[in-house]
T-cell receptor, first 114, second 115 residues
Framework: EPEVTQTPSHQVTQMGQEVILRCVPI?????FYWYRQILGQKVEFLVS????????KSEIFDDQFSVERPDGSNFTLKIRSTKLEDSAMYFC????????????FGPGTRLTVL | AQSVTQLGSHVSVSEGALVLLRCNYS??????LFWYVQYPNQGLQLLLK??????LVKGINGFEAEFKKSETSFHLTKPSAHMSDAAEYFC?????????????FGQGTELSVKP
């Protein structure tokens, strides 16, 4: 069964450093998402992406964040200058169509900012 | 704005007992509703979803949920708990009018199953 994959599974970085989290969505999916979950808190929406542009972003997704689909398979989340509060589990998700269709989630990348 | 409230961050049941995980939502438009499960060190997996039609929805692993508009609820149930059901469960809502399709999640409920 097709699945969403994410790399790395764990990332440790120093405050102020740039990180890139990578995701490979399911191949025929058209909509892509990033969510995050700070330890002990709820899963929060960050951004949705369709047709090579951002469809919607949350207040969390400020200028420090960017997303890109550099080729036909990868979907990346970049944090330019990490802060302590960016420490969280980051989930990538994809779906074929909107709303009624299931969003398939990857296993997540645990980001720790020291 | 949409929101989801899950009552009880931790629920413990005995094997074979009824599982009831509560979810209430707030939405200005008819919502799409979802239950996801997260096993340790894994991503979120869809259990079931309500979009339109029958309000009682059956999902995988014997789970079901009923959409009750008058109560703004979408509680998850399973008649008989199994040890393998131990996991974190998330209720989520999506605005059917939202072109981005984002999911708004509840806080999650950790289900423990005692032998």
């Amino acid at each position: 069964e097709p699945e969403v994959t994410q790399t790395p599974s764990h990332q440790v970085t120093q405050m102020g450093q740039e990180v890139i989290l990578r995701c490979v969505p399911i191949s025929n999916h058209l909509y892509f998402y990033w969510y995050r979950q700070i330890l002990g808190q709820k899963v929060e929406f960050l951004v949705s992406f369709y047709n090579n542009e951002i469809s919607e972003k949350s207040e969390i997704f400020d200028d420090q964040f960017s997303v890109e689909r550099p080729d036909g398979s990868n979907f990346t989340l970049k944090i330019r200058s990490t802060k302590l509060e960016d420490s969280a589990m980051y989930f990538c998700a994809s779906t074929v169509r909107l709303s009624t269709d299931t969003q398939y989630f990857g296993p997540g990348t645990r980001l720790t900012v020291l | 704005a949409q929101s989801v409230t899950q009552l009880g961050s931790h629920v413990s049941v005995s094997e074979g007992a009824l599982v009831l995980l509560r979810c209430n939502y707030s939405s200005s438009v008819p919502p799409y509703l979802f239950w996801y499960v997260q096993y340790p060190n894994q991503g979120l997996q869809l259990l079931l979803k309500y979009t339109t039609g029958a309000t009682l929805v059956k999902g995988i692993n014997g789970f079901e949920a009923e959409f009750k508009k008058s109560e703004t609820s979408f509680h998850l149930t399973k008649p008989s708990a199994h040890m393998s059901d131990a996991a974190e469960y998330f209720c989520a809502v999506s605005d059917r009018g939202n072109q981005g399709g984002k999911l708004i999640f509840g806080q999650g409920t950790e289900l423990s199953v005692k032998p």
